[in-house]
């Protein structure tokens, strides 16, 4: 079992800079793929990036690719997503998500991913 903990989530105006956080424990993250979702008000569930265990490759929604970068620190249990330029069409609930298939596959489908955290909100301004 691994334990999922967001933060890092506010209230910003268009065009500022947010940085989440997402800490695991419980296991080691490096096993684990990670995703980032999140779901606005109404709305269903969306895939929003997502890194690779081990090489670190990544992929991006294309709503929000060019401004937003996942990165993850293995040593520190955490993956983060540092999301610049923002929108209010970015407003919305960011839940962080892991896998444990031990495959470089860039997953991007919620039922692919076993654990997921509580999410936390970014509201966006204009």
């Known amino acids: 079992q691994v334990q999922l903990v967001e933060s890092g989530g506010r209230s910003v105006q268009a065009g500022g800079s947010l940085r989440l956080s997402c800490v695991a424990s419980?296991?080691?993250?490096?096993?684990?793929?990670m995703g980032w979702f999140r779901q606005a008000p109404g709305k269903a569930r969306e895939f929003v990036a997502v890194i690779t265990r081990s090489r670190g490759s990544s992929f991006y929604a294309d709503s929000v690719k060019g401004r937003f970068t996942i990165s993850r620190d293995n040593a520190k249990n955490t993956v983060y997503l540092q999301m610049n330029s923002l929108k209010p069409e970015d407003t919305a609930v960011y839940y962080c998500?892991?896998?444990?298939?031990?495959?470089?596959?860039?997953?991007?489908?919620?039922?692919?991913?076993?654990?997921w955290g509580q999410g936390t909100q970014v509201t966006v301004s204009s």
């Open positions: 419980g296991r080691t993250l490096n096993n684990y793929g």
């Open positions: 998500a892991a896998e444990i298939s031990f495959s470089e596959q860039l997953r991007r489908r919620e039922n692919e991913y076993q654990y």
